[in-house]
């Protein structure tokens, strides 16, 4: 079974709930994994170029009033945020003995992490970031990490863990889910329970991926649970991983799903899923 060694995981952080809990998840699989924890802090170049305009105004969010949008004031917060997330990450990886750097950048946030820490071999990111239009569903960076991404990512939300907790598995014999398959034994928690969720594109298959997933996991010592599931589209997908209810959803995109529902599922489901690549 093919599963990349993972050394070095790298976390965007922004001081939000979900890259708080994004940067939990990270440390998490640092400490189970023995890696490196990289934590990224973005200063958005789209908003200091807004707050140089002449009519920039600030709208605050529990009041109707507005303000003069000032460049100087903002370039003190986002040093304020930053010193915030170092400080949070150094906390963090103490606690569990963990090798850490961090880093500052600027520019557009999706392309910078998409190019930042290009050692790190996982990159970790809330769901939805700090504007309140894209609290549900994907944000626009973890939609471009996404979609445009070319390693594996981890889209994380509050209320969940990364290893410690349940994990599914999509499964459908490609050289892809064997792989999704091997991550999710590399980070399961010693009480995790994984739920393998075998998909076939026809029906005498189901017998035949069920036998290639008990090989590859083997003695491992795992609690499986086995589920059959027709190819389905997206949102039925999401339905029937919604009823399982399990944690953390570990597939791949180079499975024999179609593109389209494969990001269908993680754009539908609320769950935090790891895309292997």
Do not use: W
């Not at 105004?57 to 529990?62: A, G, S, W």
């Amino acid at each position: 079974m093919k599963t990349g060694v993972i050394r070095t995981i790298a976390v965007a952080l922004d001081c939000s709930p979900h890259s708080r809990a994004s940067l939990d998840a990270a440390a998490e699989m640092a400490a189970r994994l023995r890696a490196d924890l990289i934590g990224i802090f973005v200063e958005d170049i789209n908003l200091l170029r807004m707050a140089g305009l002449p009519f920039a105004e600030e709208i605050r969010l529990y009041s109707s009033s507005t303000g003069k949008l000032d460049e100087g004031q903002l370039e003190r917060l986002l040093r304020l945020q930053a010193r915030e997330a170092r400080e949070l990450l150094q906390r963090t990886a103490e606690a569990l003995t963990l090798r850490h750097t961090f880093r500052v950048l600027r520019g557009m946030v999706p392309e910078q992490l998409m190019s930042a820490a290009p050692e790190a071999d996982i990159l970790v990111l809330g769901r939805s970031g700090r504007s309140p239009s894209c609290r549900k569903g994907l944000g626009s960076t973890a939609r471009i990490a996404l979609n445009e991404g070319k390693r594996t990512v981890l889209l994380m939300r509050p209320g969940f863990t990364a290893a410690e907790g349940p994990l599914l598995v999509l499964y459908d014999g490609s050289e892809g889910s064997k792989t999704a398959l091997g991550t999710a034994m590399a980070i399961a928690g010693p009480e995790s329970t994984l739920h393998l969720i075998v998909v076939d594109h026809h029906p005498d298959e189901e017998a035949k991926y069920r036998q290639e997933a008990e090989t590859l996991i083997g003695p491992s010592g795992l609690s499986v649970e086995y589920h059959h599931l027709p190819l389905a589209e997206g949102r039925q997908l999401a339905r029937y991983i919604r009823m399982i209810d399990a944690g953390l959803l570990v597939l791949s995109d180079r499975m024999k799903l179609p593109e389209e529902t494969l990001r269908d599922l993680v754009s539908n489901i609320d769950y935090p899923v790891l895309v292997v690549r």
